[in-house]
């Protein structure tokens, strides 16, 4: 909850002057049940039907009043909670944007979803509640004790007797369906991971014919769901039936002692009708208690969820120049980017009590002492099989991970001495399964940055994209779908490449961004990045040698181990891996 005060704080005046709307709207509902009983015991009884006409006219103005204001309230506490809920996902989505790769694969993007929407929801609702039923609910039933004691202290006694019993049981299960509703929000974000890969994979599916296979993986997460869901709204709904029978008992209480009170001559008829109405206020403001108990006991778990993210500790801050690792030798002139001596694993403790908190086991180590050098303006190709670690160095040299040992430096600096934004802004990058937004292919090259028309135009040349970006209907303005749907493979790629060229970076890094194209339209490429792009640093992720056959240094990965380094020459003299590479797929020509 203390998340959900700290960002209503913001709202605070707007949310007060809702509240007193709502406290006096609650007063003129409390007001009807008074003028009535006093209509039928004084006013009747005097036979001046002017008066009653007055005293008619009063109870209608009370009850136009109660309905107007409660319109007004409500409509400033749907405001309120839009605001908030607004201020909570625009919060945690800044954070989502700026965490860790470490951290972000703790938390697992399925997760991550389900607390941008159903968590922060569920906060909305309770916002939203917590504005008209905190004040409408306490007022009606202590308001209503407080009057009915002034009508008739024996008939409210029975009131007395009852609230403390209902309260207590409310309170109780309460604090027992916070826990619950976080294992629901926890089962929710494996049914969320489910659909997620079964949406974005379902071409796989259907080709592998596994629909029934993922429809029955699919329904023992979302039957986990339910019945996690079943279980929390079991204890949450046990005061609902108890109120209601307490309810039902009470109200036969006070029709049973009233009518004996009034027969006895011990008070007035008007009462008991004023009586059970203020009665049935007072029940109905301790099951809206109940009611909101429930929503603050969801939303206090989905509150703890969204501040689990947000309180997640930077474990990548800017380092001085100072703290940082220095180089084990000088830079020379030309040079550029150097790893020294990395060694890296996923999954990595960050502090220890962070660890403990949100991650799972260690994984093994996925690089292994990996150093080499390039100068400004060279190239390297990294090949070797699948999982060897080619994406990892990647992910390292742009800081979307920490090494766990030796250092990455880049123009002579550690890059954890770099603000992210300042490091990031020398990369051009493609990588693997990259995205395509649902928007026009200017604005998916351009993305958002200063990119000229002329370099446009030059970025989509060198890509070997103008060809089929000129057959199309609106050429650049042409809109792609989601993830490139309506796009070709090789197209998306293009488009991709395109982007990484459009502001000329002073590192271009593809990580098998070639996959799809033909080997005339990737030896095109290749020529015009080296013709039009030669001041860019090369980095090329590829499985084809004939890629990287033409870089200045080639670095053969094998299981996270750096097995060979130099050109094509040399590896074809010193390394039988990379020979053995090149024989499988030239033809030993």
């Not at 949406?199 to 039957?223: C, D, M, P, Q, W």
């Not at 204890?235 to 027969?263: D, E, H, K, S």
């Not at 099951?287 to 206090?300: Q, T, V």
Request: aromatic share 8%; with cysteine; proline share 2%.
């Amino acid at each position: 909850m203390q998340l959900i005060l700290r960002y209503m704080r913001k709202y605070i005046k707007s949310i007060t002057v809702g509240m007193g709307i709502k406290f006096l709207a609650t007063m003129m509902t409390l007001l009807l049940p008074y003028l009535l009983e006093y209509l039928i015991d004084y006013i009747v009884p005097m036979g001046k039907l002017s008066r009653m006409f007055l005293w008619g006219i009063l109870m209608v103005f009370s009850a136009y009043a109660s309905w107007r204001l409660n319109v007004a309230a409500n409509r400033n506490a749907v405001k309120n909670a839009h605001f908030v809920s607004y201020d909570i996902r625009k919060a945690l989505f800044e954070k989502t944007s700026n965490l860790s790769g470490t951290t972000f694969d703790a938390f697992g993007l399925p997760s991550l979803t389900s607390r941008m929407t159903s968590d922060s929801y569920n906060v909305q609702s309770c916002v939203q509640m917590l504005q008209t039923l905190c004040v409408r609910a306490p007022i009606l039933m202590i308001g209503g004790i407080a009057v009915t004691m002034t009508m008739d202290r024996v008939l409210s006694g029975i009131l007395c007797l009852m609230l403390p019993i209902l309260i207590g049981v409310i309170v109780l299960v309460s604090y027992k369906g916070i826990p619950l509703y976080t294992k629901v929000q926890d089962r929710l974000d494996e049914v969320v991971r489910i659909m997620r890969e079964n949406i974005t994979g379902i071409r796989v599916v259907k080709a592998l014919s596994k629909t029934e296979y993922e429809k029955r993986r699919f329904h023992k997460g979302n039957e986990a769901l339910m019945k996690q869901d079943v279980i929390a709204s079991t204890v949450m709904a046990i005061p609902g039936p108890f109120m209601q029978t307490c309810l039902n008992i009470g109200l036969t209480l006070v029709v049973y002692v009233g009518a004996v009170r009034v027969n006895n001559g011990q008070m007035k008829p008007g009462v008991i009708l004023a009586f059970l109405t203020y009665f049935n206020l007072i029940m109905q403001s301790v099951m809206a208690l109940n009611r909101m108990f429930m929503m603050i006991s969801k939303a206090s778990a989905s509150a703890d969820r969204i501040d689990l993210v947000l309180a997640a500790k930077d474990d990548q801050k800017v380092l001085t120049l100072e703290n940082a690792k220095k180089p084990e030798e000088s830079f020379g002139e030309e040079e550029f980017i150097r790893f020294e001596h990395v060694n890296f694993t996923y999954n990595q403790a960050i502090e220890e009590n962070n660890r403990d908190a949100f991650f799972g086991e260690k994984q093994e180590q996925c690089l292994y002492d990996i150093s080499f050098r390039i100068k400004r303006g060279e190239s390297l190709g990294i090949i070797g099989p699948t999982g060897c670690g080619k994406t990892t160095i990647i992910n390292l040299l742009m800081r979307f991970y920490d090494v766990e040992d030796g250092a990455v430096f880049v123009d002579g600096k550690d890059v954890r001495t770099y603000d992210k934004d300042e490091l990031h802004r020398k990369f051009g990058v493609v990588f693997q399964n990259d995205v395509i937004f649902n928007d026009t292919l200017r604005n998916n090259i351009v993305f958002g940055r200063a990119v000229g028309d002329e370099q446009l135009q030059g970025a989509v040349q060198d890509a070997m994209a103008e060809e089929f970006v000129s057959n199309l209907r609106d050429g650049l303005d042409y809109m792609a779908e989601i993830k490139g749907a309506n796009l070709s493979g090789g197209q998306k790629q293009r488009v991709l490449i395109a982007r990484a060229l459009a502001a000329n970076p002073e590192i271009l890094i593809l990580d098998d961004s070639s996959s799809a194209l033909d080997y005339r339209t990737d030896a095109a490429l290749r020529k015009a990045i080296a013709a039009h792009h030669q001041n860019s640093t090369l980095i090329m992720v590829a499985q084809r040698i004939s890629s990287v056959q033409g870089m200045t240094n080639i670095l053969v990965m094998d299981n996270g181990r750096c097995i060979g380094y130099g050109n094509h020459e040399y590896l074809m003299e010193n390394c039988d891996e990379y020979r053995e590479i090149y024989e499988a797929q030239m033809g030993g020509m």
